[in-house]
């Protein structure tokens, strides 16, 4: 760590490692005290024409993306290499792969935004903290489409498996190379930077609906039958379920 | 065998003056909260008509209920398991907000804000959604009476399915209201449509419901059900439905709908059914025999067997007594009078009705009635002024025989009524293949005088094991464990429990739980707690 500055090891670990624990924490605790407001907040009954659209093109996408990153900064650099895959070819394939990606996700975060903005209906359901998680959001995508589309696949590239992939790993080992992002172009330290906010807001936001893809529902038997059971009472002072007050918005 | 007790109702649609008192009482005990403005676990349409949601009848447009695929197998119309999975995104056969109706209220403030002036202030309507100013042009309950008929009634799905014949015979109107709630199917679609696995049956009573906690708003319980009865919460993402009263029905009242129908056409009581058949039946290749197909999973609560087995496999004692004194299981098997609302759809719905049929006694009576001849009142079944294939594809998919049938049951204990009120020196003459006298003066007691008792006949819901960890909170201390003895017995006709020992006992003087004054009413001492066992913190805990 020779040459690190102090505010840059508060951004690039102490920052980083904060939000992972946001994560892990939030998440806990979210399921076990707010299942009730755990939902995919859907907003179809209100609008559906631009969401018929804009809903799938947006979520097939993202996971197209999510999957070029495991792929570009989980996987090191040697391992693509090892099995014969050079630098350019990788990058030809990281720029084109992500870029259809990218017009996916684009087009589908502009129905969806315009949607979210415009649609007074849906605009009504939408809560703070979820417009929070949706700004944020928003200025991960724009900048991850600059860095694929203009630096990548127009611009003369930026090999970001040497650099920002090391301290990304390195995070999850307990070392990340931190001169490695602190030396990055300034784009790849916002969309890391706004990336570890999305990480932190997530467990408070609809975004927990990730979670609860129900890939379970392709072997459970059709019909589901429940039996009365003996449930324990609340701890006596508390109200136990969390049903909220009427008119406060969620 | 698998034997299950199922709460159902019958609808006694003869009755039904579409008043809409069991959809503003519905509303204001379940649904008068945000994000469910839109919402009616119970609402009452006029038929012919859209309905609500708008066409909610016509499974061509939502893909709702079971289907038959080319093999014979049950399968959703809605589309495989892992379509539904990979359209989670967007559901390709919800309803939007517009086909129930955009909910409104009205900008009552400006009665007494408005300046003062010449001209009253008026109010104007907002939408519930998103507060702004609106034109309501859709309603739950838009069609009443016919309003708008001409336009849109010949829309109604069951009146597009009908033949030329009658359907030129629309020219002379007819109407008659259809209350509608959440059917609590016995091969219910919604269930098998919910990817998170939160809608479940109970398998005590067989009421339909959403787990709250486990619903994670993917919308597809909305579009798995047939008659669009699952409702999805706006403001909470989560699905919502009728409970059929659960809180009620497990202590042994009627629904709220069924409590203050003023028609008093509602009919709450067990049926036995055959667990193992129902998918069996529901699979039934011809859609007109799945009434009768429904009827066979049913099993008679009179029967030894089915005592015997019954008992075997853990329905209470006073569930049994309660089902053989059931009101719906003689309309629906007994008499065969009540029938199912589209079982077409394939989920053997347990909310059944009895076709209307006032108008063909009306029909019989200015066509000269002559009581010693029944084929008068027979014969104009047929010339219903509502057409009885109407009717046949609204409760047999189209059958018309078993409409035909329950119809001329009616007629006939109307006829045999009247006979007996009216001509008091003559011999009664009509008779019937159909039912004995004596069956008809039971239908009679049934549905004419419908007396309370006759009406609903709810056992309570057994929850004495589940209720004793409750107790070691609840205020009079551990009143259900003292009386363990007496609770754990069956109770079918009262109404409360007068469990509270711990007071009985306080100081050495008995005090009675509850008194009865002079005109015979009970009165519960509900306040009175022991101070002794407070201190003590109970008995034994």
């Not at chain 2, 038959?68 to 892992?82: A, E, H, P, V």
């Not at chain 2, 359209?87 to 390709?92: D, H, K, R, V």
């Not at chain 2, 018309?400 to 119809?407: A, G, K, M, T, Y």
């Not at chain 2, 007396?451 to 709810?458: F, N, P, S, T």
């Amino acid at each position: 760590m020779k040459g690190v500055t102090a505010p840059e090891l508060f951004w690039w670990v102490i920052l980083p490692y904060i939000a992972l624990a946001t994560f892990v924490i939030g998440h806990i605790w979210r399921y076990r005290y707010d299942q009730f407001g755990w939902t995919s907040r859907s907003t179809q009954l209100q609008e559906k024409r631009l969401l018929k659209w804009g809903s799938p093109l947006f979520h097939y996408a993202t996971f197209a993306a999510i999957g070029g990153h495991i792929i570009g900064i989980l996987i090191p650099e040697s391992w693509t290499a090892a099995i014969g895959i050079p630098e350019n070819i990788y990058r030809w394939f990281s720029a084109t792969a992500g870029t259809a990606a990218a017009i996916g996700v684009i087009i589908g975060v502009i129905i969806l935004a315009s949607r979210r903005m415009f649609v007074a209906r849906v605009r009504a359901t939408t809560s703070p903290v979820d417009w929070l998680a949706l700004i944020l959001l928003a200025i991960v995508i724009i900048i991850g489409i600059v860095e694929t589309v203009g630096v990548n696949l127009l611009g003369s590239g930026y090999n970001y498996r040497q650099s920002v992939s090391l301290w990304f790993r390195g995070l999850f080992v307990g070392n990340p190379d931190v001169n490695a992002i602190a030396h990055a172009p300034l784009l790849y330290q916002i969309h890391a930077t706004a990336a570890w906010a999305v990480i932190m807001v997530w467990p408070f936001s609809r975004l927990v609906h990730a979670w609860s893809y129900p890939v379970w529902y392709l072997w459970r038997p059709f019909l589901v039958y429940r039996t009365r059971k003996a449930q324990r009472p609340n701890e006596p002072g508390t109200s136990g379920r969390r049903w909220r007050r009427i008119g406060v918005r969620y | 065998m698998r034997i299950m007790a199922q709460m159902s109702m019958v609808m006694n649609l003869d009755k039904c003056i579409g008043c809409h008192t069991c959809s503003v009482t519905c509303k204001q005990t379940w649904t008068n909260r945000p994000g469910t403005e839109y919402v009616y676990f119970n609402n009452v349409e006029t038929k012919p008509g859209l309905g609500y949601p708008r066409q909610y009848e016509d499974q061509n447009i939502w893909n709702g209920g079971w289907e038959l695929d080319r093999k014979g197998r049950l399968r959703l119309k809605g589309g495989s398991r892992l379509r539904r999975l990979l359209s989670i995104f967007y559901n390709p056969d919800l309803p939007t907000i517009e086909d129930y109706h955009d909910p409104f209220t009205f900008d009552y403030a400006k009665l007494i804000t408005a300046p003062p002036g010449t001209s009253s202030p008026s109010v104007s309507a907002r939408s519930a959604l998103t507060g702004r100013e609106m034109v309501p042009n859709w309603g739950v309950n838009w069609e009443d009476d016919l309003a708008g008929a001409p336009q849109r009634a010949l829309g109604d799905p069951n009146i597009v399915a009908m033949s030329e014949k009658v359907r030129l015979d629309f020219e002379s109107v007819f109407m008659f209201y259809l209350p509608r709630i959440c059917e609590h199917c016995l091969n219910p679609s919604c269930v098998a449509s919910c990817p998170s696995g939160a809608m479940y049956k109970r398998e005590e009573d067989g009421i339909v419901l959403v787990d709250q906690d486990r619903c994670r708003g993917w919308r597809y319980c909305v579009s798995g059900c047939p008659y669009k009865k699952v409702y999805f919460n706006h403001k909470t993402g989560k699905a919502e439905k009728c409970t059929l009263c659960f809180p009620r029905i497990e202590i042994g009242l009627p629904t709220i709908c069924s409590e203050t129908c003023p028609g008093r056409l509602r009919y709450l009581g067990l049926v036995l059914y055959d667990a193992d058949a129902v998918a069996k039946a529901a699979a039934t290749s011809d859609p007109q025999d799945l009434y009768e197909a429904q009827l066979s999973t049913l099993l008679d609560p009179s029967d030894p067997k089915v005592i015997e087995e019954a008992e075997a496999q853990g329905i209470p004692h006073d569930w049994m007594i309660a089902a053989r004194r059931s009101p719906t299981y003689a309309l629906i098997a007994k008499y065969k009078v009540a029938l199912p609302l589209h079982p077409e759809f394939r989920t053997m719905p347990m909310v059944w009705y009895i076709p209307p049929l006032s108008p063909v006694a009306e029909a019989a009576s200015a066509s000269g009635y002559d009581p010693d001849d029944p084929d008068t009142i027979f014969a104009s079944i047929d010339t219903l002024r509502i057409p009885i294939q109407y009717l046949a594809n609204l409760l047999s998919a189209g059958k018309i025989e078993p409409v035909r049938s329950s119809l001329r049951k009616l007629a006939y204990v109307r006829s045999m009524m009247r006979e007996k009120q009216l001509g008091a020196y003559r011999e009664f003459k009509i008779e019937s293949d159909d039912l004995t006298m004596v069956e008809a003066q039971d239908l009679f007691r049934l549905l004419a005088v419908a007396r309370y008792e006759d009406r609903y006949v709810i056992p309570q819901a057994h929850e004495e094991n589940a209720g004793r960890l409750l107790a070691q909170h609840s205020l009079s201390g551990c009143a259900l464990e003292a009386q363990d003895d007496s609770y754990g017995q069956g109770h079918v006709t009262s109404h409360f429990m007068i469990s509270n020992p711990a007071n009985s006992e306080s100081g050495g003087k008995r005090i009675d739980p509850a008194i009865r004054d002079d005109k015979g009413r009970l009165h519960l001492r509900l306040l009175e707690v022991s101070p002794v066992n407070q201190l003590q913190g109970g008995c034994g805990l």
